[in-house]
């Protein structure tokens, strides 16, 4: 049993360092022989009326005490607590012991009204930091200097020695926080605030919430606050002084709550600034009921035998040994995280840095994400995200994680759409990845991670509506009315069906039809027709009515057979030509997709493709390929890219082919308009080294120009024919120069044919071709 100490003629000032274990359990220690009558902690006044929800059974720390501007939720700061937080421990002793407890520091109305800069409550974490400096001034660490004055280099190591690693048993719990305080008020005196300047309104807040306390409960309260604060708030001042330092403050409308947080966040290498190097170690020290290190190392080898690596109980006892001997060769009271670390690398991971990276990441700051129950008060926004998240069995997790959905799934259908209607809301709990298994319409891939900050995000989004979809929706409709360009209502079109807002189509295919009707600029309209090609596929697989979405991209569609070959011929520059050739691809995709009738069982009447949204489409934009590709006055670049789309659609024949190559790559041509027309050609990464291995005449017809390229003009065509075939696979690459080394003709008496190259037939061999026909109907599902 803890013996009682005698009543100090004074408040109980118990200087801390924020999410210290060792702090936290001297804390507790102090408060259970100290007995006070009131606890006070450093933290927004702004949170007394959320104390009570810490004693609620489904409060889980980590979390934070989330403040932002009533009228602006961007402006938002966090007060992280853990476990192991010395002010959390203190709010728990409170409530256990049915002592009041309260915030003393600054209020959030202040501090979030004050004048906007780095490290303020523009950034979430830095705003939370309780330490965060003013512009320009330069901060000292005061851990830093009683470390260094101390000799030791590490300012982590040194507080592991003197304060995480401390006996238990002293028998005055108080001495600690009377050495920290002498040492802060050293420390104080030589450096003044220490480039903390804001401090010093925030500490004569905390002496008038202290006056108060003295008035109601006497002299017998606590004080739980950083360490460097103990000196001012044991300083006598005056009340007159400091109510002048509080005069004339700023001050907004502000909201709080309680929000869930991780151990990553609070790492300093996260972006707080008051944070630690080693949340997960910490936590680890502070729950450990003995034996910190064996448990720590058992830990260890448990993580790397579910990464499948060959770690016994062997491995742990020697591990354990061998931080035993690095903690008495360096004269530590025992083995820290340093000497743990270095024992598993040398014993459970072979020496090798990768597993001790996983190691650091999974452990040492780790994923623990805490919980908040649903009787916090929460914006109605959030209050329906959570329930959705709960019917949907989506929770929240602060490890990354992959999320595979099967549209014709009603339950992955839900899913996608929850997740496209918070991308609208800048909600980015998920992001769409490539998928490795399916391309696809009916899959998609999501990569999910809930960060601390989207709840700032939530806050911010309430301002739209209560639920997810009535926000989604309304900010669907704003950006429509709000969007200057056209490819961003086409974009906001396609992720509009993508999150299933039918009701927020209207206004957006109305903005849509409206910019789309003033927009002269080929350029834009060509970057606009892709998203909508693609809403009108994702529409239907969602069975969303997309009609009125086809006549737009029709009408859009139309307009650019009309303007690109004008276009195409305006003078264009190198870059101008390489930005036409992207949207030329572009669109010719779309227009595949617009224009496409289905093949296969059930034909035009299949439920699961759309139905053309202009049958004769395709055909006027092979006109339009045509007469780009015909028309000496179009770049180069341009005029070989439509040779090569229309070839591959089997729209120009081989001989056709030929002869254009033949114009473009003719005497009469400049180099660089030619290597620009083998660019557009075979470049791109479309296939066309592989044309070039089996089509000779084209191949033939490349070697004969480069030949004849004058030695000046060479340097300039260089680069050109680099990008060209630096593209081409390395197997590519190879059958290319074998083709070219033997020439034309080079076929070896045992090819069959005097006129063929080795390895290559001079026709077509039509029955081995027709033997595969089965199985790629298979494949495709249109076998009979």
Not at 727 to 756: D, H, I
Request: hydrophobic content about 45%.
């Amino acid at each position: 049993m803890t013996a009682t100490v005698p009543a100090a003629p004074g408040p109980l000032l118990l200087g801390v360092r924020h999410h210290g274990p060792g702090s936290a359990r001297a804390v507790r220690a102090a408060l259970e022989a100290a007995r006070p009558a009131a606890v006070l902690i450093e933290g927004p006044p702004e949170g007394d009326a959320l104390l009570p929800l810490a004693a609620d059974p489904g409060m889980r720390p980590p979390v934070a005490l989330l403040a932002h501007a009533a009228a602006d939720p961007g402006r938002a700061a966090f007060w992280p607590l853990a476990e192991f937080s010395p002010e959390w421990v203190a709010i728990r002793w409170a409530q256990e012991a049915g002592v009041p407890v309260r915030f003393i520091d600054l209020p959030a109305a202040h501090s979030l009204a004050a004048e906007q800069h780095p490290g303020d409550a523009g950034d979430p974490d830095a705003a939370g930091d309780p330490e965060a400096a003013g512009p320009g001034s330069v901060r000292i660490d005061p851990l830093a200097v009683l470390a260094e004055t101390a000799g030791y280099d590490d300012p982590e190591r040194w507080w592991e020695d003197v304060v995480e690693h401390r006996g238990a048993g002293r028998a005055d719990p108080l001495a600690p926080f009377e050495a920290l305080g002498e040492a802060m008020g050293a420390l104080r005196e030589a450096y003044g605030d220490g480039g903390h300047a804001r401090d010093l309104v925030r500490e004569a807040y905390m002496r008038q919430k202290m006056r108060a306390a003295k008035r109601e409960f006497g002299a017998a309260y606590a004080v739980v606050c950083g360490a460097w604060h103990v000196p001012a708030l044991r300083a006598k001042t005056t009340a007159a002084a400091d109510r002048a330092l509080l005069a004339g403050l700023p001050k907004v409308k502000v909201e709080t709550a309680w929000v869930p947080w991780t151990h990553r966040r609070l790492a300093r290498a996260g972006g707080y600034g008051a944070g630690i190097t080693s949340p997960g170690w910490y936590g680890h020290l502070f729950t450990a009921p003995d034996r910190p290190v064996e448990r720590w190392l058992t830990r260890i080898a448990g993580l790397l035998r579910a990464e499948d690596r060959q770690v016994s109980s062997a491995h742990v006892i020697e591990a354990v040994r061998l931080a035993d001997t690095l903690a008495a060769m360096r004269g530590r009271p025992l083995p820290g995280l340093s000497e743990t670390l270095e024992a598993a690398r040398a014993v459970m991971c072979d020496g090798s840095d990768i597993p001790l990276a996983l190691i650091e990441d999974r452990l040492v700051v780790g994923d623990l994400l805490g919980e908040v129950p649903e009787t916090a008060p929460m914006v109605p926004l959030q209050r329906d995200l959570g329930r959705l998240q709960r019917s949907l069995r989506l929770k929240p997790e602060a490890q990354d994680r992959e999320l595979e959905l099967d549209l014709r799934k009603d339950s992955d259908a839900a899913k996608s759409l929850l997740l496209h209607r918070l991308l609208l809301l800048g909600i980015g709990w998920g992001t769409p990845t490539v998928s490795r298994g399916s391309t696809g319409t009916f899959r998609e891939t999501w990569r999910l991670c809930w960060e601390p900050e989207l709840s700032v995000r939530v806050a911010e989004a309430a301002v739209w509506g209560n639920t997810v979809q009535a926000a989604a929706t309304a900010r669907a409709e704003a950006d429509a009315t709000a969007a200057a360009e056209l490819g961003e209502v086409t974009s906001l079109a396609e992720r509009c069906l993508l999150a299933g807002l039918s009701e927020a189509l209207p206004a957006v295919l109305r903005a849509l039809a409206d910019r789309a009707a003033l927009d002269t600029d080929v350029a834009r309209l060509a970057k606009a027709l892709p998203a909508l090609a693609r809403s009108l596929r994702y529409g239907d697989v969602r069975g969303t009515d997309t009609a009125a979405l086809g006549t737009v991209a029709a009408g859009l569609a139309e307009r650019i057979c009309v303007a690109l070959p004008p276009a195409c011929a305006a003078g264009l520059d190198a870059d101008g030509a390489a930005e036409l050739r992207n949207h030329l691809d572009a669109v010719h995709g779309a227009i595949g997709l617009l224009g496409h009738a289905p093949d296969g069982p059930g034909g035009a009447d299949r439920p699961d493709v759309p139905e053309p949204a202009e049958p004769g489409l395709p055909e006027r934009w092979a006109a339009v390929l045509r007469t780009l590709a015909g028309r000496d006055t179009v770049p180069g670049l341009i005029r070989g890219r439509a040779a090569r789309l229309l070839l591959d659609e089997g729209r120009l024949a081989p001989e056709e082919t030929a002869r254009l190559m033949g114009l473009a790559l003719s005497p009469a041509a400049g180099p660089v308009d030619a290597a620009g027309w083998i660019e557009g050609f075979a470049g791109g990464g479309a296939g066309g080294g592989t044309l070039l291995v089996h089509d000779e005449r084209l191949l033939g017809l490349i070697d004969t120009w480069l030949t004849g390229v004058p030695e000046g003009a060479f340097t300039d065509v260089l680069p050109l024919l680099r990008r060209t075939f630096g593209a081409y696979e390395p197997g590519v690459r190879r059958s290319l120069g074998e083709l070219v080394r033997r020439g034309p003709g080079g076929g070896t008496a045992g090819s069959g044919s005097a006129g063929a190259i080795e390895g290559f037939a001079p026709d077509l061999d039509e029955a081995r071709a027709d033997a595969v026909v089965p199985l790629v109907r298979l494949l495709l599902g249109t076998a009979a």
